[in-house]
């Protein structure tokens, strides 16, 4: 299959993948970029979710061929580049929303895509952003009182940027 080119987390990949190739694999198994988690393979859980064009997807249903000239963030992609966390990934630590840590990475993107979209979402709005995302180990309550602190201090910034 021809090479295809996307930009991930802000750098541009080319990269040639067999036809079948799902992103999720392309993610993954070509670039090694690992924290993008499989679960069910299925678009069931959506532990692989990433944001595509700023749009929450769960990558496992997204064929690598339907990404060509796409804008990809992944859970690599949220840090600052001087390390510092985003406040979805402080606010997920501090609220005790991690346990075994295999949905985080999913939940952190559909958490980032819904904030991106509406910065001050109810608790209803979370649960419903964070509804194909399923967690085993939390009981979710952490989870949603995460996203709703992390919009908190993402407000709170924005405000002071605007003096
Ligand atoms: S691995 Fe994609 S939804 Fe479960
Ligand atoms: S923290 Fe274990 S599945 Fe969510």
Do not use: W
């Amino acid at each position: 299959m021809p090479g295809l080119k996307l930009t991930i987390n802000g750098r541009v990949y080319q990269v040639d993948v067999s036809a079948d190739t799902t992103l999720l694999e392309l993610l993954r198994d070509y670039l090694g970029l690992t924290g993008t988690k499989e679960g069910c393979g299925k678009g069931e859980c959506g532990a692989c979710t990433v944001i595509m064009d700023g749009l929450a997807v769960d990558s496992c249903l997204i064929p690598a061929a339907k990404a060509d000239g796409a804008e990809i963030l992944t859970i690599e992609g949220l840090a600052s580049p001087d390390g510092r966390l985003h406040p979805l990934q402080e606010s997920f630590i501090s609220e005790g929303a991690v346990q075994c840590g295999f949905c985080t990475p999913g939940m952190i993107m559909s958490a980032k895509a819904l904030l991106d979209q509406n910065p001050y979402p109810t608790r209803e709005e979370i649960k419903v952003a964070l509804s194909g995302n399923l967690c085993r180990c939390t009981g979710y309550a952490k989870i949603i009182t995460a996203v709703e602190k992390a919009a908190a201090v993402m407000g709170t910034e924005a405000d002071k940027e605007q003096g």
